[in-house]
T-cell receptor
Framework: GENVEQHPSTLSVQEGDSAVIKCTYSDSASNYFPWYKQELGKRPQLIIDIRSNVGEKKDQRIAVTLNKTAKHFSLHITETQPEDSAVYFCAAKGRYGNKLVFGAGTILRVKS | DAMVIQNPRYQVTQFGKPVTLSCSQTLNHNVMYWYQQKSSQAPKLLFHYYDKDFNNEADTPDNFQSRRPNTSFCFLDIRSPGLGDAAMYLC???????????FGPGTRLTVT
């Protein structure tokens, strides 16, 4: 089955700097890769996603890149703000599978 | 405006006392999921319904059951809660299996 590894487990950045979180997946048939942001005690919220027919997707300060050959995808947050502080989860979904497999999560702290 | 609603938000039950958690959606999505999320961990899929078809994850304990009486509602029944079942329970929906998942606010279950 699919296995998703996420790094780093914690990340501290200064306000205004960029943050990058990386995930690798094992199932080459996976074709959908969402990123969720979860603030303390709140629901995971989808912030961006990418499908395997696209290499990069951007939404304002957030971008996701996908390297199918290497089976890894990354979340990039530019001009970080204190409100970006949260836990970020990557996930992958196989073409023939029904479920999202989540990474272990990254605690992002943006210091002002 | 709430699209995925979970009740109650906090539930306290006694060891071994059956408990039911509720999820409803206004999105008319075909798929409804139940996840268990323990502190500092990623959400773990318990099962999902595609319309009326129930799909259980292989490692979901028999103690956990689910019902979906109609498109809008889905219930999670824990027949005999143990201390290890204390967690946040998240409901999610998606239009179809290939579409993005939207999470409800969760029910935090405490077992005393």
């Amino acid at each position: 089955g699919e296995n998703v590894e996420q790094h780093p487990s914690t990340l501290s950045v200064q306000e205004g700097d960029s943050a990058v979180i990386k995930c690798t997946y094992s199932d080459s048939a996976s074709n959908y890769f969402p990123w969720y942001k979860q603030e303390l005690g709140k629901r995971p919220q989808l912030i961006i996603d990418i499908r395997s027919n696209v290499g990069e997707k951007k939404d304002q300060r957030i971008a996701v890149t996908l390297n199918k050959t290497a089976k890894h995808f990354s979340l990039h947050i530019t001009e970080t703000q204190p409100e970006d502080s949260a836990v970020y989860f990557c996930a992958a979904k196989g073409r023939y599978g029904n479920k999202l497999v989540f990474g272990a999560g990254t605690i992002l702290r943006v210091k002002s | 405006d709430a699209m995925v609603i979970q009740n109650p938000r906090y539930q306290v039950t006694q060891f071994g006392k059956p408990v039911t958690l509720s999820c409803s959606q206004t999105l008319n999505h075909n798929v409804m999921y139940w996840y268990q999320q323990k502190s500092s961990q990623a959400p773990k899929l318990l099962f999902h319904y595609y319309d009326k078809d129930f799909n259980n994850e292989a490692d979901t304990p028999d103690n956990f059951q689910s019902r979906r009486p109609n498109t809008s509602f889905c219930f999670l029944d824990i027949r005999s809660p143990g201390l290890g079942d204390a967690a946040m329970y998240l409901c999610a929906t998606s239009r179809d299996l290939t579409y993005e998942q939207y999470f409800g606010p969760g029910t935090r279950l405490t077992v005393t």
